[in-house]
């Protein structure tokens, strides 16, 4: 045990001492502040800004002002309601608008809920109930903004419009802010339909429909007055709208949502021993080789047998993996509980299954018995391999064997899929099944083909072990070419003296 130990502490050491294991190991950690920031820095936040050029009298820019700031306020009630389902803050106010999940709130509501006081009143009632560390609520910013006319434009005409619009649109001075859309609003509007609109860049659905929506409204108004009904009335006419009740899954409680957040931490456990059986199998192959052409495993053998350089190799590779994965797993649980932000809300959900022991106890046996499993493989490579060249000819294939029905595996989890017939093959065929287990047990999987697969896992790495061994030991010290398929069965056939 303790010339394992000396030659695990080696392994473990020589790894550590490249550079590329630190640049690895620093990866996660970059992720997660990267992706802390992407958001912020690929979105953007501020309003498009709007200008109204209304010749009819004025009536025409507050309804459009009157519809952005009612668009601005629905969005905020709605993100208000998420919020507040999502933190089961219902009880701050259970008669506010806000604490009701199970409608769209149409334009009567809106109002209602700015009366009451808008988001200001309603963060006011929810910070006195609710509890330490939950995220503060912060609402969007509004899509559009109206801007003043400059004097140029407003007084402008006809051909002369084009060319004072234009440097509105594109500003050559400097600092000065482009203006993305401008609306003009004949004064025959309503006799003619036609509205012009100027665009900094092709101009967005969303706000071409609310323009028509408003000026639509405006026009049937127009129109049922003309038939003979009264102002107000054809005003409410054209307001008339269906109530819509709404059953929609809580933000991180429905069926589907649930499950997916569920299978988080299994599946990204899964992607975990994928990488760092990956980069430390690599490393371990790459420094086995390394010695066979330096020949300094003949002053190893001179020290150690080749069944304690086996399984030193195989446990401090594994320790290498394992440091890699704690890290890794600190980092995420500093960015969940230390942290506020989309990242920490994303995390912490994901966590569930630790409070599992089951799930907890299954994750740990088959990540250190599949990467046992699976590390032994690039060991018997760097045995046979008196180069880099000549260990890729065992290596692709390998990995090849091992990578194509995990990319699979990992859709099959994301899509739900459960009990398909890949799914349970997965499961059973050992050098894939603590993929397969991982993955699956955010989803659910019975304790019968948990244990069934950990035990057939089990006896699979402990004749690997055997057979490997047999292959490592008979191939340390042999020169010469490439060993072919039946020379390397011959080996793993041979009983060591």
């Not at 820019?61 to 519809?67: C, G, N």
């Not at 339909?193 to 323009?211: D, E, G, K």
């Not at 994750?363 to 490579?381: C, S, T």
Request: glycine residues 8%.
């Amino acid at each position: 045990m303790n010339n394992i130990l000396l030659v695990a502490g080696r392994e473990f050491r020589q790894i550590a001492a490249m550079r590329s294991f630190w640049l690895t190991l620093l990866i996660i950690p970059l992720s997660m502040v990267i992706g802390g920031f992407t958001p912020m820095l690929i979105h953007n936040d501020e309003p498009s800004r709007v200008m109204v050029i209304d010749r009819t009298g004025g009536g025409e820019a507050r309804a459009i002002r009157q519809r952005f700031e009612l668009d601005a306020n629905r969005d905020v009630l709605n993100e208000l309601s998420r919020y507040v389902q999502r933190h089961h803050l219902e009880n701050a106010d259970p008669s506010a608008l806000w604490a009701q999940h199970d409608r769209w709130y149409g334009d009567a509501d809106v109002a209602r809920f700015i009366a009451a006081g808008g988001a200001d009143s309603a963060k006011a009632k929810i910070d006195r109930v609710k509890a330490k560390g939950t995220p503060e609520f912060k609402a969007s910013k509004p899509d559009y903004q109206l801007v003043p006319l400059p004097a140029s434009v407003l007084n402008a005409s006809g051909a002369s419009l084009d060319a004072a619009v234009k440097p509105v649109l594109k500003p050559q001075v400097k600092d000065a802010k482009p203006v993305d859309y401008v609306i003009l609003v004949p004064a025959s509007f309503g006799q003619s339909p036609l509205v012009r609109l100027w665009a900094s860049r092709q101009p967005s659905q969303q706000f071409v429909t609310t323009i028509q929506d408003v000026l639509t409204r405006d026009l049937r108004t127009r129109f049922l007055a003309a038939q003979g009904l009264s102002p107000s009335a054809a005003q409410n006419a054209t307001s008339i709208a269906p109530t819509l009740a709404i059953s929609s899954p809580p933000p991180g409680g429905g069926a589907r949502e649930a499950l997916l957040i569920r299978s988080i931490l299994p599946l990204f456990a899964a992607y975990m021993l994928m990488i760092s059986l990956m980069l430390s199998g690599s490393w371990m192959l790459q420094g086995t080789v390394e010695e066979r052409s330096n020949k300094l495993l003949e002053t190893v053998l001179a020290c150690v047998s080749p069944e304690e350089l086996m399984y030193g190799k195989l446990l401090g590779t594994a320790g290498v993996g394992l440091f890699m994965i704690v890290v890794w797993v600190a980092c995420g649980l500093f960015a969940a509980y230390a942290t506020q932000g989309a990242i920490a809300d994303f995390i912490r959900p994901a966590l569930d299954p630790l409070t599992s022991p089951g799930i907890v106890i299954a994750m740990i046996y088959f990540f250190i018995v599949g990467y046992v499993a699976i590390a032994i493989l690039f060991l018997a490579i760097g045995a046979m391999s008196d180069s880099m060249r000549d260990a890729q000819g065992y290596l692709m294939p390998v990995l090849l064997l091992i990578l194509l029905p995990i990319s699979v595996l990992m859709q099959a989890v994301l899509g739900g899929n459960n009990g398909g017939v890949l799914m349970e093959v997965l499961t059973w065929v050992p050098i894939w099944t603590p993929f397969a287990v991982l993955a699956r047990l955010g989803l659910g999987i019975p304790a019968w083909e948990v244990i069934g697969s950990g035990l057939t896992l089990a006896l699979f790495a402990a004749i690997e072990i055997v057979l490997l061994g047999r292959l490592f030991r008979a191939s340390l010290l042999a020169q010469g070419q490439r060993p072919n398929l039946r020379e390397v069965i011959s080996r793993m056939r041979a009983v060591p003296s």
